[in-house]
């Protein structure tokens, strides 16, 4: 049966945080709660409702953002469960600005983690109402007060605990309700009772009480005012400015749990209904502007989300950001720039769906069967609709380049149309076809990545993709001066072929190439001179010493000689190649890599052991900074060296390191290197 919802009754919220920090266990739990599964699955058993894919299950971890709707209390909650490795980020970039709040998930025993930490700094940059649930209260020996004061202190927020555990360690199955002061015990997944605060534990409430008032009165001068004054608030009061303030961003509620076992998941629930925000009203943040969500006017929307799934074929999740649509409702791509029909409107569930007949601003939902659609598309209602003058996801730099090869060329070319038909769900890698190395270049955010596009090739298109070591764009150059002269005479019946040039080889670090005809005299004719430049422009594409493009240098034609009959173009092309070719290597030639900056955030134990693998790559520290629990190394570093780092730094710091890089320069590489790069093309040039 197909029901309508208003945008009143919307609960959007991103769950997010690090890698298993217990993203989709708590989505699970919240499902359960909500009476939407009748049994809550385990990651461990692979049976849970977000991680549905067969590549999410083999592996363990969330791969894809999964969109899952449940009706509760009569609101419609969407529950978005983020992948939490840097190599899936971009679910995230384009999953958080389609949400009114994020949940972000904290692991009692570790605190506060970077993938956590990013996911709080893009909510925050997006307006996003943001609250934690800190898990793992079950676990033997963890300082609760100090997961608490973890967030509250590295992320200088005020935190407001709405729930905290009676206890740690395995026997806990109890959480006090803070604003209402009562202890909620658990079992078998679910709330079993509701009681009084016990006098052992009445102190430590108290407490409790004290902090949320204290954050909540801190976030309003009229409330500020009172609390100082009668050293109280009301739990009317309480209530009230919470969720004014949770929704203007200027409090962070915090939960206390452990999903596993359904511990103080079913509160997290009453919240999202009491005092999470709706969209009705809202204005929702980008990065290059904003956007006010409204059932006014025509519809207006972005599909932020695309799905493979095998029932189906392609799912696709859209956000209404204004008006309203009906099934069957024909809509205009203004991405694609083609009309297409909105038949079936549903929210899903993991791989499930649940008919809607209507979808108001605020709402997500998707649709199926769509031609012309993919991710990050935006839609309205007809050509003329003016849409969003700007991009609404940003996504994240790819950091990893792997070369895409199939078991032959005409195979590679099938794996390169197999890869942009699957940009139709994920926009956050680029395929780069590179003509001067003669690859196909994926590039994407970590190994993993990678690993994962090429695993779904396979599994979509029965195509086998081997990913290889990119070849890296080095250049050549010269830091010494050389003339050269070469006489080309070819005599083989018929016409024959006669040129002879000479030329001077020079540094010239202001171009990369510059030609000077400086011939008098007229020993060489007008019309050959082009010819002399043409040969030495395509000897520059693939250089004298490693097969890449030769740079910085300056030629100067000053002399040759000419045959009637016999000189043609062609000879003097060919023998100001060879002139050049013996000039390059007496004018002291060498080889220059890319150089790439590197900004690497660890946890501060282990700084050490990064700056020492950096200076195993050749790389060279530019410096360190504190940030928090956390050091952030600066370095520049070869563009050889840094094939292979995602997954030795995921290695390094336990999946707690991440890493941004961006091109810096060319320079000169060692002696030693060059020597080998030389000899690994000379090698190449003979098989």
């Not at 109890?174 to 052992?200: Q, W």
């Not at 197999?418 to 994926?442: C, G, H, P, T, W």
């Not at 013996?582 to 590197?598: C, F, G, M, T, V």
């Not at 060319?666 to 020597?675: A, I, N, T």
Request: glycine share 10%.
């Amino acid at each position: 049966m197909s029901v309508s919802y208003t945008s009143e009754s919307l609960r959007n919220i991103c769950i997010a945080g690090h890698g298993t920090s217990g993203k989709t266990t708590l989505t699970e739990s919240l499902l359960f709660n909500a009476g939407a599964i009748n049994r809550q699955g385990t990651v461990e058993d692979r049976n849970t409702v977000s991680d549905f894919t067969e590549e999410e299950k083999n592996r363990g971890i969330s791969i894809s953002a999964s969109i899952n709707g449940v009706e509760y209390k009569k609101c419609l909650i969407t529950f978005i469960d983020t992948p939490g490795y840097f190599d899936f980020a971009g679910e995230l970039a384009a999953s958080m600005p389609f949400c009114e709040s994020a949940l972000l998930t904290v692991k009692g025993s570790s605190g506060l983690d970077a993938g956590t930490q990013n996911a709080f700094n893009l909510a925050k940059k997006l307006g996003k109402s943001i609250a934690f649930f800190v898990s793992e209260v079950d676990r033997d020996n963890i300082n609760l007060e100090e997961a608490l004061e973890s967030i509250s202190k590295e992320l200088e927020i005020p935190v407001a605990p709405i729930t905290y555990p009676a206890g740690s360690g395995q026997n806990t199955d109890s959480v006090i309700d803070v604003l209402k002061g009562k202890l909620i015990k658990y079992a078998n997944g679910k709330r079993v009772s509701e009681n009084p605060v016990p006098a052992d534990l009445q102190d430590v409430a108290a407490g409790l009480k004290e902090k949320l008032m204290e954050a909540v009165a801190e976030s309003e001068e009229a409330l500020m005012e009172k609390y100082f004054e009668q050293g109280s608030l009301t739990d009317e009061e309480v209530t009230n400015g919470l969720s004014k303030a949770f929704s203007n961003g200027t409090v962070y509620p915090v939960f206390f749990g452990a999903a596993n076992k359904g511990i103080g998941v079913d509160c997290v629930l009453e919240a999202i209904v009491d005092f999470f925000p709706s969209p009705a009203g809202k204005t929702a943040k980008f990065y290059e502007g904003e956007v006010e969500l409204n059932g006014k006017g025509s519809p207006k929307g972005i599909i932020f989300k695309v799905n493979s799934i095998p029932q189906f074929g392609e799912v696709y999740t859209f956000k209404l950001l204004q008006g309203e649509i009906n099934e069957g409702a024909d809509i205009y791509n203004t991405s694609s720039s083609n009309f297409e029909k909105f038949g079936q409107l549903f929210y899903p569930r993991g791989k499930e769906r649940f008919a809607v007949k209507s979808v108001a601003a605020g709402q997500i939902a998707s649709t199926v069967k769509l031609k012309y659609s993919k991710t990050g598309d935006q839609f309205g209602s007809g050509k003329n609709d003016e849409v969003f003058p700007f991009q609404l996801i940003t996504w994240p730099e790819a950091i990893v380049r792997g070369a895409f090869m199939g078991a032959s060329k005409e195979d590679t070319d099938k794996v390169a149309g197999a890869i942009r038909k699957m940009m139709i769900e994920d926009a956050s890698f680029k395929v780069v076809n590179d003509a001067e190395l003669k690859q196909l270049f994926v590039d994407g955010l970590g190994e993993l990545h990678l690993d994962v596009i090429a695993k779904k090739i396979k599994n979509q298109f029965g195509l086998d993709v081997k990913i290889v070591e990119p070849r890296i764009p080095y250049r050549e150059t010269i830091k010494g001066r050389a003339e050269a002269r070469y006489r080309h005479k070819k005599q083989s019946g018929g016409s024959g072929e006669f040129a002879e040039v000479n030329i001077v080889l020079e540094p010239n670090p202001d171009s990369e190439f510059e030609f000077i005809d400086a011939i008098v005299g007229g020993v060489i004719s007008n019309r050959f001179i082009p010819a002399v430049e043409k040969g030495i422009r395509e000897i520059l594409v693939e250089g004298v010493l490693s097969g890449c493009k030769f740079i910085n240098c300056k030629v100067t034609l000053n002399d040759g000689k000419e045959h009637p009959v016999d000189s043609k173009e062609v000879a003097f092309k060919k023998a100001a190649q060879m002139a050049f070719r013996d000039a390059a290597k007496r004018a002291n030639p060498i080889i220059l890599e890319p150089i790439y900056s590197i900004y690497i955030k660890v946890p501060e134990e282990y700084a050490g052991s990064v700056m020492g693998d950096i200076s195993s790559r050749r790389g060279k520290p530019q410096g360190m900074e504190s940030e928090g629990r956390y050091t952030v190394v600066r370095a520049t570093v070869p563009l050889k060296e840094v094939h292979g780092y995602s997954t030795q730094l995921r290695s390094m710091t336990n999946g707690r390191g991440t890493y941004t890089i961006s091109f810096d320069h060319y320079e000169p590489v060692p002696g030693d290197v060059q020597k080998k790069i030389i000899e690994e093309y000379e090698a190449s040039k003979e098989q």
